[in-house]
């Protein structure tokens, strides 16, 4: 089966640099992207790596290692704002299309 | 202005009474999914359409049928709903293997009595 794997949770203060791991499993996979979500709201994307590497997008930054299964979300210069969960989602190559498996979520919680 | 419109956003209902969760995208995205998402469970895909008439099941499409009549819009029926369909419900559309990015709608609170 697929799994996406991500901490539960990751407190860090305002102005710092904290990065949430995200390890997977699964057969098929061509692209992992990231997703923020705020208490009640819809997730937003955030990034999208379909190659090994980092994408930097503002404070953002993502980078994926296909031979380690792995990938992580980097953000920086840490604002309350910032505070939400945050999704890993694995895209697999299915015989129907493109199935999407997201990861359980990270809980961010940025203190002063 | 591009948007994924969900109705209705919040409902309850009985058991055995059938619904249906409206999706509609102005975006022409061809990629259309349907996610439930539970406390401490994520987001769990129920099923999804590449395209107009072609669906296939997600992780979790037990009690679920969708049909994809026409491109922009992408229901959910829940034909028999059971207290364990209560949750928060997500309709998105896009995820260009280009860009990869979906777009959600709002989301739909369900509750089933």
């Known amino acids: 089966g697929q799994s996406l794997e991500q901490p539960s949770e990751v407190t860090a203060v305002e102005g710092a640099i904290v990065q949430i791991n995200c390890t997977y499993q699964?057969?098929?996979?061509?692209?992992l992207s990231w997703y923020q979500q705020h208490d009640g709201g819809a997730p937003t994307f955030l990034s999208y790596?379909?190659?090994?590497g980092l994408e930097e997008t503002g404070r953002f930054s993502s980078f994926l290692s296909r031979s380690d299964s792995y990938g992580y979300l980097l953000l920086q210069e840490l604002q309350m704002k910032d505070s939400a969960s945050y999704f890993c989602?694995?895209?697999?190559?299915?015989?129907?299309?493109?199935?999407?498996?997201f990861g359980t979520g990270t809980q961010l919680k940025v203190e002063l | 202005e591009a948007q994924v419109t969900q109705n209705p956003r919040y409902l309850i209902t009985v058991t055995g009474k059938k619904l249906t969760v409206t999706c509609s995208q102005n975006?022409?995205?061809?990629?259309m999914s349907w996610y439930r998402q539970d406390p401490g469970l994520g987001l769990r895909q129920i099923y999804y359409?590449?395209?107009?008439?072609?669906?296939d099941k997600g992780d979790v499409p037990e009690g679920y049928k969708v049909s994809r009549k026409e491109k922009r819009n992408f229901p959910l029926i829940l034909e028999s709903p059971s207290p364990n369909q209560t949750s928060l419900y997500f309709c998105?559309?896009?995820?260009?293997?280009?860009?990869?990015?979906?777009?959600f709608g709002e989301g739909s609170r369900l509750t089933v009595l």
């Open positions: 998105a559309s896009g995820g260009d293997t280009d860009t990869g990015e979906l777009f």
């Open positions: 699964t057969s098929g996979f061509y692209g």
């Open positions: 790596n379909a190659l090994d």
């Open positions: 989602a694995g895209y697999i190559l299915t015989g129907g299309g493109n199935k999407l498996t």
């Open positions: 975006m022409n995205h061809e990629y």
């Open positions: 359409s590449m395209n107009v008439e072609v669906t």
